[in-house]
Each structure stands twice: as structure tokens, then as C-alpha cells.
């Protein structure tokens, strides 16, 4: 993914406005919240490669490179970089660009790399399909 616009080739996972109820009273959105919104978004294409529920259980070095304001439209974007037995590793970007503003740039805020496990009925780790097998009924 680049640094000098969103990405294209990686899959847009979510697009969301900052809403005043997620920002402190200086107008900035609380980190959380943009944490949550990148969890969700990383857990999609790991959900769809694991054919099934997956735990988040580790997140690599987030660094937050800029605020994100109230009113502005935060777009996700994720990317499978690896795979394990039972993990799957997605890079995330969250990207912003100010709304009412139709020439604004779309401005990276972060990024992070988050670990899912894929878990069976009793939340144990279980392996990934493989990929080329038909996906269970369940």
C-alpha cells in the first residue's frame, strides 16, 4: 500500500464518518474508536479466507500519523500478507479525507498489522481451509 494516495490494488473495506459522539471535546476522534474500525475491517478478508469466525489476537505497531476530525469520512482498506496453520496477518490502512471539501486528498492516519486466528464452535484454534476446497456448510 502507498503512501502518497489510498490504495487501489487492496481491497476498501469500510467507509464511515466521524460522528461528534466519537471525538473528545476538542474535536478529535478518540484513537479506539479508529482502532475498532480497523479491526473490522481487517477481520473481513480474514473471516472470508478462514471460511468462518476468527479471533483478533495481536496488533502490530500502530503509529498515529495524523488526527482524524469530526465530519470526516474515514475509509479502510486491508490486505492478506501472510498466512499460518491457523492465523491469518492483514495489513490495514485508514485513510481520511475531509468532507465538504470535494478537492481534499485522502491523507493517511495509520496503519497497523493485526493477527486473526481462525476458531472453531468452542473458540479453540482450528487450521484454514485449504483454499481450493469447497467451504463448509455450517
Same mark, same amino acid.
Given at each position: 500500500?502507498?503512501?502518497?494516495?489510498?490504495?487501489?490494488?487492496?481491497?476498501?473495506?469500510?467507509?464511515?464518518?466521524?460522528?461528534?459522539?466519537?471525538?473528545?471535546?476538542?474535536?478529535?476522534?478518540?484513537?479506539?474508536?479508529?482502532?475498532?474500525?480497523?479491526?473490522?475491517?481487517?477481520?473481513?478478508?480474514?473471516?472470508?479466507?478462514?471460511?468462518?469466525?476468527?479471533?483478533?489476537?495481536?496488533?502490530?505497531?500502530? /503509529?498515529?500519523?495524523?488526527?482524524? %476530525?469530526? +465530519?470526516?469520512?474515514? !475509509?479502510?482498506?486491508? #490486505? &492478506?500478507?501472510?498466512?499460518?496453520? $491457523?492465523?491469518?496477518?492483514?495489513? /490495514?490502512?485508514?485513510?481520511?479525507? %475531509?468532507? +465538504?471539501?470535494?478537492? !481534499?486528498?485522502?491523507? #493517511? &492516519?495509520?496503519?497497523?498489522?493485526? $493477527?486473526?486466528?481462525?476458531?472453531?464452535?468452542?473458540?479453540?484454534?482450528?487450521?484454514?481451509?485449504?483454499?481450493?476446497?469447497?467451504?463448509?456448510?455450517?
Amino acid at each position: 500500500m502507498s503512501s502518497d494516495g489510498p490504495p487501489t490494488a487492496d481491497l476498501l473495506v469500510g467507509r464511515v464518518i466521524a460522528m461528534p459522539g466519537d471525538a473528545n471535546p476538542e474535536g478529535d476522534i478518540f484513537g479506539g474508536w479508529l482502532l475498532a474500525q480497523m479491526d473490522l475491517a481487517g477481520a473481513t478478508p480474514a473471516f472470508e479466507l478462514a471460511r468462518g469466525r476468527c479471533a483478533t489476537i495481536a496488533l502490530d505497531g500502530m /503509529v498515529f500519523h495524523q488526527p482524524v %476530525s469530526i +465530519g470526516d469520512e474515514v !475509509s479502510t482498506y486491508a #490486505k &492478506v500478507v501472510r498466512t499460518g496453520r $491457523t492465523s491469518i496477518r492483514v495489513l /490495514v490502512e485508514a485513510w481520511k479525507r %475531509s468532507r +465538504g471539501q470535494p478537492d !481534499s486528498e485522502a491523507v #493517511k &492516519v495509520t496503519e497497523g498489522v493485526f $493477527t486473526y486466528v481462525a476458531i472453531d464452535q468452542d473458540r479453540k484454534p482450528r487450521p484454514l481451509p485449504d483454499q481450493g476446497a469447497p467451504a463448509p456448510n455450517s
